[in-house]
């Protein structure tokens, strides 16, 4: 955690429960950010974030997670496609498709919004 | 030699990830495909095994899986949720294999490995489905075969003695005298080899059990 608050790029905390899912999105990010998966199942998910203190989240669930409210995240149903970002609290459905490239680049527009 | 996996899922996010997985494996090539007609086309230019989504569009796994066969090695089929019905289906149409989207990625790995050796990867939960639809399927048959031994009259008799009827009442209902139903009855107990009526009710229970998860209707327990 130490490390990772020294880096230069970004954290992005990565909550899953598909592991296939962290393969793509590391890779979409790689060179722009610093991914720290999350299994969602290995418990206290909340105590992790809040030790983590990412910049931005993705979180690959079926909920979102309470913890993690204060940072820009996007919300990936893989079982619907669908895609949304959150903005001041409220989430909205982005228009990209299930892509990692997608989720990336809605991250960071949600990141550049919160920055402005 | 390497192994040539084609990965066919709508979702460019799983697609990414197999690609990813597998590159970093000396042994396999990645070709993908997002629906049914790029299947074909990647068939049709040699797979060895497909790795195709339950909901590949336009129409899912199972018409994937006939187009597939007898040209690729091996066909899996993998969702995210698998369902009881859709697993068997899959297989029954000619899958090889069915794997859940939650597998990590070196269980992938050595899931498509023992593939390209013959195998049939399946699930720890979905091997155990696979083995309980076959002991269905054994009850089944065992039910159709006592149930055969019967004549109509004695299955009318049963009919009604699995819901619960008395002689005198299964007598009216079949217009019949009640020692004949008496007679019916013993008949059946000596035939299906149960030693009481309750027991009769209860064979008559699976059978229409059985009958219903065949989808059968009431074929078996006609």
């Not at chain 1, 899953?16 to 999105?25: D, I, K, N, S």
């Amino acid at each position: 955690v130490l490390a990772a608050r020294t880096r230069t790029l970004p954290l992005v905390a990565v909550l899953y429960r598909v592991p296939l899912f962290v393969e793509a999105v590391i890779a979409a990010f790689d060179g722009l950010a610093d991914i720290q998966p999350v299994k969602i199942a290995d418990g206290d998910v909340d105590g992790l974030l809040a030790a983590l203190r990412p910049d931005a989240l993705i979180i690959e669930a079926l909920e979102v997670p309470a913890a993690g409210a204060d940072v820009p995240a996007v919300h990936v149903c893989l079982e619907s496609g669908a895609v949304r970002a959150r903005k001041d609290g409220e989430w909205t459905e982005v228009g990209v498709d299930l892509s990692p490239e997608g989720i990336r680049n809605a991250l960071l527009r949600a990141m550049l919004r919160s920055d402005s | 030699v390497k192994t040539r996996v084609c990965i066919a899922d709508n979702a460019t996010v799983f697609r990414a990830a197999v690609r990813q997985v597998l590159q970093r494996e000396k042994d396999f090539e990645v070709v993908e495909a997002a629906d049914l007609a790029q299947l074909e086309d990647a068939v049709a230019r040699g797979v060895d095994v497909a790795l195709i989504d339950e909901s590949l569009p336009t129409l899912g796994a199972l018409p994937a899986v006939d187009r597939c066969a007898g040209q690729c090695d091996q066909i899996i089929v993998w969702s995210l949720r698998p369902e009881r019905d859709k697993v068997l289906a899959a297989i029954r149409a000619g899958a090889t294999g069915y794997l859940r989207k939650e597998i990590s990625p070196d269980g992938l790995v050595r899931s498509l490995r023992g593939a390209s050796r013959g195998e049939s990867p399946l699930s720890r939960d979905l091997a155990a489905l696979m083995i309980d639809a076959l002991h269905e399927a054994e009850d089944r048959s065992r039910a159709r075969e006592l149930a055969s031994i019967l004549s109509t009259r004695e299955r009318e008799v049963l009919d009604h003695v699995a819901r619960g009827a008395r002689n005198k009442e299964i007598a009216v209902a079949l217009t019949i005298s009640e020692f004949t139903v008496k007679r019916h009855v013993q008949n059946i107990l000596h035939k299906l080899d149960l030693p009481t009526r309750r027991a009769a009710a209860a064979f008559y229970s699976s059978m229409a059990v059985a009958a219903a998860r065949s989808g059968d209707g009431d074929e078996a327990a006609a």
